[in-house]
Structures are given as structure tokens and as C-alpha cells.
């Protein structure tokens, strides 16, 4: 097994599916063993492509709005590994940015994740990582995060931070009502070494 420094720098020279991607590789990833959160998203968009930093967006925003989490706490790898399904910019179809990349999970996300042993906590931000983190849950990405108290306290599925998902949050009044109160409680007892398992 590769040390860790070499295992990051062969992820972030990878150009497994570079033909694919209309600005090249850039792999965007936070990662440090002592990690006890991980952020499990989809692919970086355009604007995080170019800065080099997860969720350097609006969504980001929302996010650890979420979270409730200050800036300097997310970005900080000791507490907060973000990991999405695909590391590199996918580019942008009719309805918004294409789904990660296939190739990209099988052959980075199980190495990568057997670098993180303190995980107490992971967000699972829709469908894709779903499939990865939860292979048993079927039906609708609504449905999952409606019943998270299922996975509670070691998962949590969320639709993405997207302002494309305006209008699923008000049309789910519940999920800032419930769901949220509840993860930011979650997750302050992570960072704070107060949670339990």
C-alpha cells in the first residue's frame, strides 16, 4: 500500500478519463487521516474547477449553512475530508453539469476512503453518492433523506446545496425544520469530541 503523500499525488496527477473532460484534469479533494467528517458530493462544478477548492459556490454556502460550520472549520482537513464521486469537472449538459465521470470511483474512492479510520459522520450528497455510500436504498433521493433517521447518526443523505433545489425545499419545509437542527447538532458534537460512536 502506498504511503499516503504518494497515494494524493497519484490521485491528483490521474488522467484516467482526461479525452472526457472539456477543461482537463484538476482532481479537487480534501483529505487527512485525523478527518472525522467526510463530504461526499458529485463532481466539483466549473467555478470550483477554476479556484481549485471544494465548494468554493453558492452551494458550498448552503452547505455549511447546513452544517453550521464557519468557513475556516470545513476547510480545515483535520476535521473535514470532501471527497466527491467524481475529482474532476465533468462539463455541462442540457440540465446542468453531467454526472461524475464512471471511471473515477472505482479506481480512487475505496483507496482514498481507507484513509480516513476516525469517520464519524458522512454527508452523502446525492444520487450517485447515495449509490456508493448507501447500496441499498432505492425510489427517489427524496425518499432517503426523508427517513434519515435510519442511518442516524453515521449517515446523512442530503439533496444537493444547489440553488437548482430551491423549489424541492419548499415544496420539503420538513427537511430545514427536522433534518437540519438535527445535523448541525451532529456535527458540532463531532468537531467537538463529544459524539458518541
Known sequence: MPTLPALLAEVRRCTLCAESLPLGPRPVFQLHPRARILVA????????????????????????????????????????????????????????????????????????????PDLQLTLVIGQYARAWHVPGARGPLTVTVRQWQALWPGVVVL???????????????????????????????????????
Request: charged share 15%; hydrophobic share 35%.
Open 41 to 116: 458530493g458529485q463532481a466539483p462544478g466549473k467555478k470550483v474547477h477554476l479556484s481549485g477548492v471544494p465548494f468554493d459556490d453558492a452551494s458550498g454556502q448552503r452547505l455549511r449553512a447546513w452544517m453550521g460550520v464557519s468557513p475556516d472549520t470545513f476547510y480545515d482537513p483535520h476535521q473535514v475530508a470532501i471527497l466527491p464521486m467524481g475529482l474532476c469537472y465533468p462539463g455541462t449538459g442540457p440540465s446542468g453539469d453531467l454526472p461524475p465521470r464512471p471511471e473515477c470511483a472505482p479506481a480512487w474512492r475505496q483507496p482514498l476512503l481507507a484513509r480516513l
Open 159 to 197: 439533496p444537493h446545496p444547489s440553488g437548482r433545489n430551491n423549489g424541492w425545499l419548499r415544496h420539503n419545509p420538513w427537511f430545514e425544520a427536522e433534518l437540519v437542527p438535527a445535523l448541525r447538532a451532529r456535527v458540532a458534537a463531532v468537531l467537538a469530541g463529544t459524539a458518541p460512536g
